[in-house]
């Protein structure tokens, strides 16, 4: 179908004017449908059967909106909300469901504007909230995208709305860039970024006037983030949007930085960090206070640095909150790291080990006693890999106990014992209290010291089944590292069932996956072998970038797993204090894969690229 221009558009569907306030020309429902069964989206006897059902739709949609804002406002119905609300099948594509998105797609296409999924990474907060007023976004659907010279880049749902974009034009003073986008996407991000911005604002004018932090009330259940606009508690609202937003971005982490002139707020998603936004220095010190004082911390105390954890409800999911604070030289700096149930405890097939692998570890946790240590740097999924481990092996009949410094995250099924070293709970003493708990499988969260790993060992010795995590390179380092705790070689060689190490790699965008080849450069950086005078080309994936990856080429992340299991030859060599490079060889010899090799093979495989290998592994 050849592209329309947007004045061509107004004269072939012959829009009319809304009663809801949209402007004059702009499509309506049924010319709406015609342009979809015309793009071969939808079939005509789809069209027939929901132009029935068009009014009561309608005004269901608009029920549900004015139950979700308390009535507080006007709600407008776009045709496009409708369309998709009843989220019907696209013709000829399997599991594909017309979406706000994809109409979006197809109007931006038939006007010739560019189509844009709004990136919240990429936005601006504050040039959002000083260039149009929350009322006119609102009422408009128009989201600020970007300012470079005199073009501002605007997000807009109806791109023959030509009298908005007049208004723009006129009340801005700048010249306009229009995109199309999603009204769904355009509203939540109204409301996230001007309530955001606008409690920041708020909050930094009220703490100018004073305020007593102490009386904030405890948070227990987060509000819904329509709710949040109906309060003027403005330093509660901040952080709450602020856990909301971080949330729908699926972050790990987030990082509230006191600089100079201003705060910054950042976020770790898939393991790399992205600036979110800046607070004004005054809002700083009260936006800590809260945060500490959901996470039960002394909000007196400044110049320690504190741990806490904090328990949220957004709908029927709960997530912990574990949170750090560190005093530097401009303020208290605070992490907050999210523990989502969902992504920590997985069923064990899910973590990304493979067949041969998977059954090797398998052995090792279904064995009655033994000793199995997880060792890796810090971030690399350990604890995922314990708790679904745990989790699987967890039953009426099992007392599963674990020693966290701090916890990492509340499960019912574990009896989970907390480090403290103030009132003497140490990995060490802890250890031999809980074997006098009657335990049958036993976690220790880190072997730090020479007491701990002797306690780990002599656990596993009396008849109980012990999970270990060591920060090691690789799986052969491990047992050297036991060695060096002074551990004795014979009770070490007894006990040891495996060790398993670990990496995480980024995961393609499987929505922008691309094909290309590796380089004679890249094959030798990673001291893979050719066929002499080999010519083949070794065929790998990337990302291109897109919205649903936010142009990062990587959506998820999957686990690189090195799984040694202790055979005798690995028992002699750890008798006769062989060094980890002996063990490595023989390992290797009896068919275990390395992380660089297991890796590479999710290179071959598509899942991961060629710098996400190089990035996590070495040699």
Not at 216 to 227: G, S, T
Request: hydrophobic share 40%; glycine share 6%.
């Amino acid at each position: 179908m050849s592209r329309y221009t947007l004045c061509q558009l107004y004269t072939v569907f012959n829009p009319v004017l809304h009663t809801h306030g949209m402007a004059a020309q702009s499509l309506d429902f049924a010319s709406l449908c015609s342009l979809m069964v015309k793009r071969g989206l939808l079939s005509e006897e789809q069209v027939l059967e929901i132009q029935i059902k068009e009014g009561a739709q309608r005004q269901r949609l608009i029920r549900e909106a004015g139950f979700r804002q308390g009535g507080r406002q006007r709600y407008d119905v776009y045709p496009s909300e409708v369309l998709a609300s009843f989220k019907l099948p696209v013709q000829g594509e399997k599991n594909a469901v017309l979406t706000e998105d994809r109409i979006a797609k197809v109007l931006a296409e038939e006007s010739g504007l560019p189509y844009l999924k709004i990136d919240p990474l990429k936005l601006d907060m504050k040039l959002i909230a000083s260039v149009l007023s929350r009322p006119f976004a609102r009422r408009h659907n128009v989201l600020v995208i970007g300012l470079s010279g005199n073009r501002l880049t605007v997000a807009i749902s109806d791109p023959l709305d030509a009298e908005l974009l007049e208004n723009l034009r006129r009340i801005t003073g700048y010249e306009i860039d229009p995109r199309v986008s999603a009204k769904c996407d355009i509203q939540r991000l109204i409301t996230e970024v001007y309530g955001f911005r606008q409690s920041v604002s708020a909050a930094a004018q009220t703490m100018g006037g004073g305020v007593d932090i102490g009386n904030l009330e405890q948070l227990v259940k987060l509000k819904a983030v329509d709710e949040l606009e109906a309060t003027d508690k403005h330093v509660v609202n901040a952080v709450e949007y602020m856990l909301h937003y971080a949330f729908d971005q699926r972050a790990s982490d987030i990082h509230i930085e006191p600089h100079r002139e201003h705060s910054l707020v950042r976020v770790r998603i898939d393991g790399v960090l992205h600036n979110v936004t800046t607070l004004p220095k005054v809002v700083h010190a009260a936006v800590v206070s809260r945060i500490k004082m959901l996470s039960r911390m002394d909000i007196a105390e400044k110049r320690r640095p504190q741990d806490g954890r904090i328990k949220t409800g957004t709908g029927e999911q709960e997530t912990e909150l574990r949170v750090s604070t560190l005093p530097t030289a401009f303020g208290e700096k605070i992490v907050i790291r999210i523990f989502d149930p969902t992504l920590l405890m997985q069923d064990l097939s899910a973590l990304g080990f493979y067949p041969k692998e998977f059954n090797q570890f398998s052995e090792f946790i279904a064995r009655p006693n033994g000793l199995v240590l997880v060792t890796g740097p810090t971030g690399s999924g350990k604890t995922t890999t314990l708790y679904s481990a745990l989790k699987y092996l967890s039953g009426p009949d099992v007392n599963i106990v674990t020693i966290e410094d701090p916890i990492e995250m509340v499960v019912d099924d574990f009896n989970q014992v907390a480090v403290n070293p103030t009132v003497g709970i140490t990995f060490a003493s802890a250890l031999r209290t809980i074997l006098r708990q009657d335990p049958d499988i036993i976690m220790v969260g880190e072997v730090r010291d020479a007491e701990t790993a002797a306690n780990a060992v002599q656990s596993a010795l009396t008849g109980h089944l012990v999970f270990a995590t060591l920060h090691t390179n690789d799986s052969p380092t491990a047992i050297s590292r036991m060695l060096d705790l002074e551990v004795e070689p014979f009770l070490l060689s007894s006990v040891l069932v495996g060790v398993v190490a670990q990496r995480l790699v980024r995961i393609i965008c499987q929505q922008c996956k691309k094909k290309d080849y590796l380089t004679p450069d890249q094959v030798s950086a990673l001291r893979m072998k050719m066929p002499e005078g080999s010519q083949k080309k070794l065929p790998v994936y990337y990302g291109e970038g897109c919205p649903a990856c936010r142009g990062t080429g990587y959506l998820g992340r999957s686990a690189v797993y090195e799984v040694m299991p202790v055979n005798d030859k690995i028992v002699r060599l750890i008798n006769t204090r062989g060094d980890s490079k002996e063990i490595m060889k023989v390992a290797r010899l009896d068919g275990m894969m390395t992380l660089r090799e297991v890796a590479i093979k999710k290179l071959a495989q598509g899942i991961t690229t060629f710098e996400e290998v190089i990035r996590v592994t070495s040699e």
